[in-house]
T-cell receptor, first 112, second 107 residues
Framework: EAEVAQSPRYKITEKSQAVAFWCDPISGHATLYWYRQILGQGPELLVQFQDESVVDDSQLPKDRFSAERLKGVDSTLKIQPAELGDSAMYLC??????????FGEGSWLTVV | GIQVEQSPPDLILQEGANSTLRCNFSDSVNNLQWFHQNPWGQLINLFYIPSGTKQNGRLSATTVATERYSLLYISSSQTTDSGVYFCAVDTDYKLSFGAGTTVTVRA
């Protein structure tokens, strides 16, 4: 069964350092999402791509976060500089528009 | 934005018991999905259910879109059902999640 692939699974980084997460969506899925989930809460949307274009990044803290999907396939989410409050799980998801959304296993970030 | 409220926030069940989880939403939606988040953090899609009733094994879900709510039923619960259950509503092809219901099934 096709899956959304994410890496790294776990990342510990020091405050003020840069960190990056990678996502490879299910083949053929034009829509890709990055969500952030803080422990004890539901996931919150950071950015949504349709192919290589950003559809919604209204909740992305653009002073330190960036996201790209250059060829409309895989995607990278970067944080620079990382802050203590960025400790969370970062989830990637993909879908054929209007259908079931599938999530990857997530990337756990701890900022120390 | 749209508000998604789930109840109860926590649920403790004895193995074999039945339960109902509820999701209320504040506006019209394109569709609704139920997810189970396992202890390792992965979100597993349970149902894609904009309206009507669906069943999958011991789980079933009903969405009444006109009244803006959905119910998830767990029957004959097992310890493997433990975890967090999220309701998420789709508006403009993006999901907004509720805060989840944490289910603990005791042997």
């Amino acid at each position: 069964e096709a899956e959304v692939a994410q890496s790294p699974r776990y990342k510990i980084t020091e405050k003020s350092q840069a960190v990056a997460f990678w996502c490879d969506p299910i083949s053929g899925h034009a829509t890709l999402y990055w969500y952030r989930q803080i422990l004890g809460q539901g996931p919150e949307l950071l950015v949504q791509f349709q192919d290589e274009s950003v559809v919604d990044d209204s909740q992305l803290p653009k002073d330190r976060f960036s996201a790209e999907r250059l060829k409309g396939v895989d995607s990278t989410l970067k944080i620079q500089p990382a802050e203590l409050g960025d400790s969370a799980m970062y989830l990637c998801a993909s879908t054929l528009s209007g259908n079931t959304i599938y999530f990857g296993e997530g990337s756990w970030l701890t900022v120390v | 934005g749209i508000q998604v409220e789930q109840s109860p926030p926590d649920l403790i069940l004895q193995e074999g018991a039945n339960s109902t989880l509820r999701c209320n939403f504040s506006d019209s939606v394109n569709n609704l999905q139920w997810f189970h988040q396992n202890p390792w953090g992965q979100l597993i899609n349970l149902f894609y259910i904009p309206s009507g009733t669906k069943q999958n094994g011991r789980l079933s879900a009903t969405t009444v879109a006109t009244e803006r709510y959905s119910l998830l039923y767990i029957s004959s619960s097992q310890t493997t059902d433990s975890g967090v259950y999220f309701c998420a509503v789709d508006t403009d092809y993006k999901l907004s999640f509720g805060a989840g219901t944490t289910v603990t099934v005791r042997a």
